[in-house]
């Protein structure tokens, strides 16, 4: 399941197998939803935050003072986008939309969401449909190593 999980199959089978083995149902919940069509993976997940994240980031930096200089510098902007390639420090938006992508370069789902959850309400509406996304497959790979941690300690328990 682990490995459909990832490669983003469907994997009912493996929930009514899970099922008849008596697994918490708590536990079944976050992955039933996806068990049709399967969970977004990592890479799909990080593809569809590039189309968003620069949006994501300018949505965050908030109206600058309406002088000459500050619509000359929003106009180029507009034409280019310059944002701080790999792990990025500070709180403001670029920074966080910097790390976001590169916890999904990593793979690492959870901590991508945990970023995006510290963004501003004003950045976040670019993304609100990712996160989402990005919520269920985290709420899933969670699931999934619960089940297999609990398996792996009720087999050593039989021995």
Excluded: C, H
Excluded at 107 to 118: F, H, N, Y
Aim: glycine share 8%; net charge positive.
């Amino acid at each position: 399941m682990r490995q459909k999980l990832d490669r983003g199959a469907p994997f009912r089978p493996e929930i009514a197998a899970l099922e008849k083995l008596g697994t918490d149902a708590q536990r079944l919940a976050p992955l039933k939803g996806l068990a049709e069509k399967g969970a977004p993976g990592a890479q799909t997940l990080a593809q569809s935050f590039r189309q968003v994240a620069s949006a994501t980031a300018q949505a965050g930096q908030g109206e600058a003072p309406d002088n000459f200089l500050d619509r000359l510098t929003r106009n180029a902007a507009s034409l280019v986008r310059v944002r701080p390639v790999g792990e990025a420090t500070g709180e403001d938006p670029g920074a966080l939309v910097s790390r976001i992508e590169t916890a999904l370069e990593r793979g690492d789902v959870r901590s991508a969401v945990a970023t995006w959850d510290q963004l501003p309400g004003s950045a976040k509406g670019p993304s609100r449909e990712w996160a989402d996304r990005a919520r269920l497959r985290a709420e899933a790979d969670a699931s999934v190593r619960q089940i297999l941690d609990e398996a792996i300690e009720r087999l050593g328990r039989t021995q």
